[in-house]
Structure formats: C-alpha cells, structure tokens
T-cell receptor, first 112, second 114 residues
Framework: GEDVEQSLFLSVREGDSSVINCTYT??????LYWYKQEPGAGLQLLTY?????DMKQDQRLTVLLNKKDKHLSLRIADTQTGDSAIYFC????????????FGKGTRLSVIA | DTGVSQDPRHKITKRGQNVTFRCDPI?????LYWYRQTLGQGPEFLTY????????KSRLLSDRFSAERPKGSFSTLEIQRTEQGDSAMYLC????????????FGPGTRLLVL
C-alpha cells in the first residue's frame, strides 16, 4: 500500500540542526522528495534522492535514505528562522496509480 | 517568471455553485497534475495529464470534479454543485518527462464554500 508517515511537530533553536524523519511503505519507490510549504503558499521542492543512493548533500541540507527500514530523513544544518515551515516527505510508488504520495507534513518551528 | 501559475488565488462561493480553476504550467513541461490539500494534511492526488491526454482520473473525488487540458498547455479544474466539504487548497504541478520526475508546484487556489 501507499503510506508516508511523519512526525507532526519539531521545535529547534536557531543555529541548531533540525532532523525531520519520514517512513514510507512502498519498497519499490524510485524517488523520494522533500518539499517545503510556507503559510498560504504552494510547495517548494527542496531536494530529492534516488532510491539507489544512501545520502545526498545540498548546501545546508542532507538527505539520508535507509531502504531496508524504509526511512528517510532531512537534516537542516544551522537552522534559521526562515526555515520555519511545514516539510513534506513524498514518494513516487511504482505500485498504484498515484504519481506522488505525501505525508501529512512536519511543522518546524525555529526559536530565535 | 516562468514558474507554475494558478488563477484565481482565492475563491469564495456559495454551496451549489460551480467553480473553475486554471493552471498554467512551466512552458516546456508536458505533464500537469492536480492535487487537493485540506487543513493539516499533505496534498492528495486528483488527476494528471500528459500533453492533452488525461492519464489518470480515478482519484477524482466524485463525478462533480472534472479536468481538461485541451491543447496540452494550460488546464482547468471544474467543481460542479460545490459542497462545504470541497473547501480546500487546490494545487497544480507540472513536470517534464515520462518517467519518475520532479514536480514543480504552483501557489494554489484556496476555495471556501459557504
């Protein structure tokens, strides 16, 4: 089945690292994505990882993928107040007919 | 700006009225997607097009929902006989390619049905 789970809230202090976690159920997923959504706005693509990779780094963002446990994480280094938003994990499952399956999102609050 | 655009950004309507939303994808993108997002949830897939062909529509929420992309460029999403439960953010995304690819989202149309 298609299901993506995320914790709903995360609070960190400015300058600390944030780690947002996600689990998915479709082991055949080829790509996994992280999107950011600010209040009242659409979704902004942050980064993605192909399923044959374990890690991807892009400036302050590090994505870790554990295919065995179907676990994906997004680490934001030196978190800033502008990083406060909702972060969505999403997968493209090969099974089913849904191009992208999203989690419910993790609301990140950055305390100055 | 060459991103995905949506119009209108906000729509308030009375129950029973019909509404239509427009999406203009990134110009070279051949795939266009519609999603619905309710409060506290992630986007939920509705339908998508490759060029002008609607490849998947079984996820449209009811027969009151329909979408078109007549010339393979912009798309419209229509909701007939709106209900209060249709109140949500309607998001459009586009991508280029025929296999797993990256979708870029528009700002969304927020619908409120009174």
């Amino acid at each position: 089945g298609e299901d993506v789970e995320q914790s709903l809230f995360l609070s960190v202090r400015e300058g600390d690292s944030s780690v947002i976690n996600c689990t998915y159920t479709d082991s055949s997923s080829t790509y996994l994505y992280w999107y950011k959504q600010e209040p009242g706005a659409g979704l902004q693509l942050l980064t993605y990882i192909f399923s044959n990779m374990d890690m991807k780094q892009d400036q302050r963002l590090t994505v870790l993928l554990n295919k065995k446990d179907k676990h994906l994480s997004l680490r934001i280094a030196d978190t800033q107040t502008g990083d406060s938003a909702i972060y969505f994990c999403a997968e493209i499952p090969l099974s089913g007919n849904t191009p992208l399956v999203f989690g419910k999102g993790t609301r990140l609050s950055v305390i100055a | 700006d060459t991103g995905v655009s949506q119009d209108p950004r906000h729509k308030i309507t009375k129950r029973g009225q019909n509404v239509t939303f427009r999406c203009d994808p990134i110009s070279e993108h051949n795939r266009l997607y519609w999603y619905r997002q309710t409060l506290g949830q992630g986007p939920e897939f509705l339908t998508y097009f490759q060029n002008e062909a609607q490849l998947e529509k079984s996820r449209l929420l009811s027969d009151r929902f329909s979408a078109e992309r007549p010339k393979g460029s912009f798309s419209t999403l229509e909701i007939q006989r709106t209900e209060q439960g249709d109140s949500a953010m309607y998001l459009c995304a586009s991508s280029f390619g025929t296999s797993a690819e990256t979708q870029y989202f528009g700002p969304g149309t927020r619908l409120l049905v009174l």
